[in-house]
């Protein structure tokens, strides 16, 4: 994101606040939202129960990590 880009909305943390918000933003027809993450990028985030070996490969579980349907709902705007 360059300094001289225009949004309608930043939003800072894409947890699941952040993206929930963003999408609650988008379909209300908000159209330019960006969010500012210092964290892993969306695609790198993993379930931390998940490393213990206890996965029950749960959707909450996958939602809370910033996953979930957001990744393909985000790349669509």
Not at 22 to 49: F, M, N, P
Request: with cysteine; glycine share 10%; hydrophobic share 40%.
């Amino acid at each position: 994101m360059s300094s001289k880009e225009h949004y309608d909305v930043i939003i800072v943390g894409a947890g699941p606040a952040g993206i929930f918000t963003a999408l609650e933003l988008i379909s209300k027809g908000v159209l330019k939202v960006a969010i500012i993450e210092k964290g892993k990028d969306i695609e790198k985030r993993t379930c931390y129960i998940k490393k213990l070996g206890n996965c029950l490969n749960c959707k909450v579980c996958d939602m809370l990590n910033g996953w979930g349907r957001m990744k393909e709902e985000l790349q669509e705007v």
